[in-house]
């Protein structure tokens, strides 16, 4: 998959983007970034952050910020925050924590995430929205 096709993109804390796109479980398709450093942005200021982030590092030189949200749909979840309640999750971020693997269910692993649940939802709701839409936005951490 080039990258300007990455299709999901998922904010994390600095350190959780950096082990994610290392990471061998992976998806080709995914892509993760974080917030600066210094400061607070909000949903808002975060979403437009990100797509900022994916563009200069996936779009390629002499690609316009518009041409490249135009060519893929662009799912995106949110997943930084500080994670108070969940601290020891602090780090890798909220969509990373483990998830238990229900015995009677279908399609799950023991070393599964709440973003490996959260896929199937994801790429459902994708499939659902009108094509005109172009970002789709989301919580990673519910």
Same mark, same amino acid.
Do not use: C
């Given at each position: ?23 061998? +479980? =992976? #998806?080709?398709?995914?892509? %993760?970034?974080?917030?600066? @450093? ?8 975060? &979403? ?34 500080? +994670? =108070? #309640?969940?601290?020891?999750? %602090?780090?890798?971020?909220? @969509? ?8 009677? &269910? ?37």
């Amino acid at each position: 998959m080039k990258p300007t096709e990455i299709r999901h993109l998922l904010s994390l804390p600095e350190s959780g983007a950096r082990f994610f796109m290392k990471s061998e +479980s =992976r #998806r080709d398709d995914w892509w %993760a970034g974080y917030d600066p @450093p210094n400061g607070k942005l909000g949903s808002g200021g975060g &979403t437009a952050h990100l797509l900022l982030q994916a563009w200069k590092d996936l779009a390629g030189e002499g690609v316009a910020f518009d041409d490249w949200l135009q060519a893929s749909r662009k799912v995106m979840a949110h997943g930084g925050g500080l +994670s =108070r #309640r969940l601290g020891a999750y %602090a780090t890798p971020g909220k @969509p990373l924590i483990p998830m238990p693997a229900l015995r009677w &269910t279908r399609g799950q692993s023991p070393d599964q995430t709440l973003l490996d649940r959260q896929r199937a939802f994801l790429d459902g709701l994708e499939r659902r929205v009108p094509s005109g839409i172009r970002l789709i936005l989301s919580s990673g951490d519910v």
